[in-house]
């Protein structure tokens, strides 16, 4: 239950084991690859630099082969999502090690169902294209489909002139008239709106001029005519055309629904492709001697023995393959990886949002469990809710196929149903209503509770003081301990006793010893500074202002008063919806009040939840971290396969 311990791993082979050696240690996921190149030791640089070659293994061109394979396996998944073939499956089962999954995949076939999916994107692509201008065509010619000659059938004349247009309707009556004082000028109007009337006007040439000059004044818009034939017929081919064209689409669509099984097979083959290019960007931190390879990276020490065992059994005379491990150094990146039992590693994630540890800094989940399960179990506080919690996650990891990384979140509130459930039968509460027992009453016992919350409080803080005292003593600094752990823990024990003196047990001789306790404590917060410190007036004054801290010991007590506050309000809030329920009348509480109790009581257990969630972890994040925990790791990162759609079993025993 600790950070794990890492030590550097360097293997050298021959270069044309690289494929096979990536392949391997990104199925393992057990080693974090360093730049080998950068991590040279100056005699391994001035060994290099005796060897000719000396290069970087980019492998630029297979690279983007992938690349390229990639990106059309995921355009054909795209297309066919999009083409209503369904949403993208999740493989999510965990059955197979990445080698096994990717000699499963015949990329033969999917050449061949890439091509086949590429050439139902053009015939989609080409389709709507000709759809969309169809209906542009359609659209246009909509306001012409009762004229029956074509508009450019006249053009040729040198005794008569056409015009094809539309003006606004306002001046309608008015154009009229005045084009029927002109000689021989017929004028029909094929579409009229509220808007805008549309005209096909036929004059003759010597009364051009006239003409002219009454379709300017009343802002006559000439519309060009481009279609081979006239309006009437060309309208009711467009129609014809553009009813093919969407029995073609809907044929190409139910075609493509037909290849909904093949998602499948273009998701495992993204799966081994982004494998693939992972092992290939990983070869930019090999270093290559000639026909050598050099690979260096972090490996814990747990599972160092077995890769070892693994690599001898790779390794032969002919095709040597060496192991060399180094304990990590204080000035090395080293990165954190989390290892604790299956009760505490669901908790993981709490301190992985706030921060992780540095590498060889205290983990500290194993201390945020305890306390973190006790105040979530305290602010949601009802036994029905904790049974619904436990059931369903029951249920969730039975019959539903989850991630790794959703298991783990599962498993975190299958584990807080426990306490849930314990508060609620503390609280007498089961979804709102009170049971026929109870330890403390919400209503009645408002004081005990609030007290209890503080209790709580209190002794995490000195729990958080107590692992900060430990730890400076491991790190030898002694008087430090006194007074940034120990002295603030006396300091807080002083004060606990003086109020139990007084207002519990009314014994002076505890009060007096508690007295003693707070001064010696304060002084050693004060006074041990100025002889750790260089300067002893400067650390006096340091001593001093971090007594003053003691101000903030009371504003982290208050806060854990929520702990109260918002195990009765989600209690109290159950209650007020059994009350709005049960004043119905009978035929509507067991009809939609049935309904209306399951929202109102699902939507309180969310509210709940995340509550307590959020502020259960604000107490570890601020009050308790803030005493002991630095934080600032970098987490443990592995060459893996990038598990887009499925988790892959890790076989340390092949």
Known sequence: MAVSKMEKVTLISYRENEGHLLQLLQELQNIEMLDSLKDLTPEEVELAQSLEGTITNSQSSEMEDLELQLSAVRKSIEFLVDSSAGKPS??????????????????????????????????KTALLKAQQALQLAE?????????????????????????????????????????????????????????????????????????????????????????????????????????????????????????????????????????????????????????????????????????????????????????????????????????????????????EMYSLPKYGELDPTPFLMPFYMVFFGMMVADLGYGILMLVGTILAKRFVTLRKSTRKFVDFFQILSVPVMIWGLIYGSFFGMSLPFHLLSTTEDMNAILLLSVIFGFIQLLTGLLINGVQLVKQKKYLESISSGFAWQGILLAVGAMVLAKLVLNNETLFTVGIVLFIASGLSIMIIPAFTSKSKGAGLASGMYDFYGITGYIGDLVSYTRLMALGISGGSIAAAFNMLVSFMPPLAKFSVGIILIVILHALNIFLSLLSAYVHGARLQYVEFFGKFFEGGGRKFSPLKPQEKYMDFKINDDK
């Not at 000699?103 to 091509?115: K, P, R």
């Not at 992972?278 to 050099?294: D, G, H, M, N, P």
């Open 90 to 123: 999740v493989i999510f089962k965990e059955e197979q090690t990445l080698s096994e999954f990717e000699n499963a995949v015949d990329f033969t076939e999917i050449s061949v169902l890439l091509a086949e999916v590429a050439e139902l994107g053009q015939q």
């Open 139 to 351: 659209t246009d010619l909509s306001k012409w489909q009762y004229l029956d000659v074509h508009p450019n059938a006249l053009k040729t004349s040198d005794f008569v002139l056409t015009r094809m247009g539309y003006f606004s309707a306002s001046v309608r009556d008015k154009l009229l008239a005045d084009l029927g004082a002109t000689k021989q000028t017929v004028l029909e109007l094929p579409y009229e709106n509220q808007s805008h009337s549309y005209a096909y006007l036929v004059y003759l040439a010597e009364s051009a001029e006239e003409v002219e000059q009454l379709l300017t004044k009343y802002s006559f818009q000439t519309v060009p005519y481009n279609y081979d034939l006239a309006p009437q017929e060309q309208y009711q081919q467009v129609k014809a055309e553009l009813a093919t064209n969407v029995d073609k689409l809907a044929n190409l669509s139910e075609y493509t629904r037909g290849l909904k099984g093949q998602l499948l097979a273009l998701q495992k083959a993204e799966e081994v492709l982004l494998a693939k290019l992972t092992r290939f960007q990983a070869t930019t931190k090999i270093a290559l001697y000639q026909e050598l390879l050099v690979l260096r990276g972090w490996i814990e020490t747990d599972r160092k023995e077995q890769f070892s065992q693994m690599i001898s059994q790779l390794s032969t005379k002919a095709n040597p393959i060496v192991l060399t491990y180094e304990e990590a150094q204080g000035t090395e990146d080293v990165p954190t990886l989390l290892k604790n039992n299956k009760l505490v590693a669901p908790f993981e994630s709490l301190t």
